[in-house]
């Protein structure tokens, strides 16, 4: 069974209300992959004051244009499973520096995401390449455990869940 979600984060400051998204990023039946528009999914009940949640899978420059087309964001927070090697059920929130790769990594990121792969990384590349993220981008990823085709989390995903929704929601605030 898949834990519940913690409670919405504020992120009124002073008497206006920032306007803040929160961005799943993943492959659906792709076992722990599916992090992203889990959260997307769970948290998307609970935003309030200035809090959107949306499932951004769908395409990074597709997503680029769509931002560039909103009202601006104070903060955006993208969240995902990202293997980098680290211990699997590893829960990393960070601001993303906005370092881009080369020209040449860029392009290739464009490609891979034209040709339907959907990543963390790719999606912070190419919107950050292309426009339409906010100066302040938070990132909350999670080692996976099992790529596997399916539904459900692995064993040791499932048991960091609460933690994953608590760093979203935490990255919301300033």
Known sequence: M???P?????TTTGTSTE????????????????VGP????ALAVEARNGVEVEDVS????????????????ARVVLVGSLPRGREPGTVAAYRWDG????????????????????????TLIVCGALGGLPRDVRVVEVEPEDQGWGDGFSPTIE??????????????RP
Request: aromatic fraction near 6%.
């Open 2 to 4: 898949r834990s519940s």
């Open 6 to 10: 913690a409670p919405a984060g504020s």
């Open 19 to 34: 306007r803040v998204l929160i961005g799943g990023v993943g492959y659906r039946h792709l076992r722990d992959l599916s």
């Open 58 to 73: 769908y395409h990074p420059v597709g997503l680029s244009q769509n931002l560039e087309e909103r009202p601006p964001y």
């Open 99 to 122: 370092r881009l790769p080369d020209r040449d990594e860029v392009q290739q990121r464009v490609s891979e995401a034209v040709t339907g792969v959907i990543s963390l990384e790719n």
């Open 38 to 41: 889990w959260v997307a999914d």
């Open 159 to 172: 048991s960091r869940l609460r933690e994953v929704v608590e760093a979203v929601w935490n990255s919301t």
